[in-house]
């Protein structure tokens, strides 16, 4: 996607219940690849929501990412997603099984603090 608000999903999270007590966020990816001189944003959302961007990978070589957001959730039920878009042109956010040679799966966790 090349919109903030309809960004494409990168994971979408099982719902959780939450105590109203602080959490750390904490958004991995392998490797995030933007086209030449472009940028990929990642964001999380709470359902259609914008927490805030985790994020933002620009230039011409792909790196991994790994981004914390503290933040307090309401005690309550929440489903978060991760979500990217991009500049002008298109770029990828890389995920794999693990093994020889593959990159590791990408993943969000919610850690009480």
Same mark, same amino acid.
């Given at each position: 996607s090349a919109t903030e608000a309809t960004g494409t999903t990168v994971i979408t999270c099982a719902a959780?219940? %939450?105590d109203g007590s602080p959490v750390c966020a904490h %958004?991995? /990816?392998g490797q995030i690849a933007p086209d030449t001189g472009d940028f990929i944003?990642?964001?999380l959302f709470e /359902?259609? #929501?914008q927490i805030g961007r985790l994020g933002i990978v620009q230039g011409t070589v792909a #790196?991994?990412?790994s981004a914390w957001l503290r933040f307090t959730p309401t005690a309550a039920s929440h489903t978060y997603v991760v979500t990217a878009f991009r500049g002008s042109v298109n770029g990828t956010i890389l995920a794999g099984a693990g093994g020889t040679g593959a990159l590791v799966p990408s993943f969000i966790r919610f850690t009480k603090v």
């Open positions: 959780h219940v %939450f %958004f991995y /990816s944003v990642v964001n /359902s259609t #929501t #790196t991994g990412l």
